[in-house]
């Protein structure tokens, strides 16, 4: 890798931190926070559930998109949700049901991918917390819109990621959205190894032999393979 960008990423010394704390990683820009994620304390959320006024448990229903990697793990989170008392069911749907569903506004809780698709924060938080969103109204808080709005229109980089520092922070607090783990995408720089269809990764075929990242939009120190 040799943009200057990138430069930290592809340091062959440095080890990137894709550690999911928060809605970015540390590496992309405009990303800084403080307060981390919600630990796992099963013991911890049984007290919250009984302050809460659901000491016998509650229904919840996860909705996620049928046959892919993202449903297997919506069922993993059901099964530890299960455990201290909340009965949660998994909603398994093809695409178009499950944005229908999304619209509406009837998913009590969603799980599906997000790709910010640009090495910068806002790629995630314009996405998610954007008012015109269809996906926002099940998270709709205006300071969080504020924010997400104000961090787009600072140019310079140290308020910037201060402000986004407050949003991001206050995601952790009020567990907006949870990421729960980070995926990857291959891309091949050489014509001997075949990709089969339908697979559940993302897999791009560089245009040119270079160890040179091509392009902004996949956060990966591409491979060189060659002979």
């Known amino acids: 890798c040799s943009r200057d960008w990138s430069s930290d990423v592809c340091s062959s010394d440095l080890k990137p931190d894709f550690s999911t704390d928060n809605l970015c990683f540390r590496l992309m820009a405009g990303c800084d926070f403080t307060d981390g994620l919600i630990k796992y304390d099963p013991e911890g959320a049984k007290k919250l559930l009984a302050e809460a006024g659901y000491a016998n448990g509650l229904d919840l229903e996860i909705s996620t998109v049928l046959n892919t990697v993202v449903a297997e793990v919506a069922k993993g989170i059901s099964g530890q949700l299960r455990k201290i008392g909340i009965n949660m069911k998994v909603d398994e ?14 998913a009590t809780i969603r799980m599906s991918i997000h790709s910010p698709r640009v090495p910068d924060v806002s790629g995630t938080t314009s996405f998610f917390f954007d008012p015109e969103g269809a996906r926002n109204k099940y998270f709709l808080d205006d300071e969080m819109v504020k924010l997400a709005k104000e961090a787009d229109f600072t140019m310079d980089d140290t308020q910037r990621r201060a402000v986004m520092k407050r949003l991001l922070d206050r995601n952790a607090r ?54």
């Not at 749907?93 to 009837?106: P, Q």
């Open 174 to 227: 009020e567990a907006f959205i949870l990421p729960v783990a980070s995926t990857f995408t291959y891309t091949l720089h050489t014509d001997e190894i075949a990709v089969r269809p339908g697979g559940r990764y993302e897999i791009y075929r560089s245009e040119e032999h270079t160890s040179e990242l091509q392009s902004r939009l996949h956060l990966v120190c591409r491979l060189l393979l060659e002979k």
């Open 93 to 106: 749907r093809t695409m178009i049901n499950y944005r229908k569903k999304e619209s509406d506004g009837d």
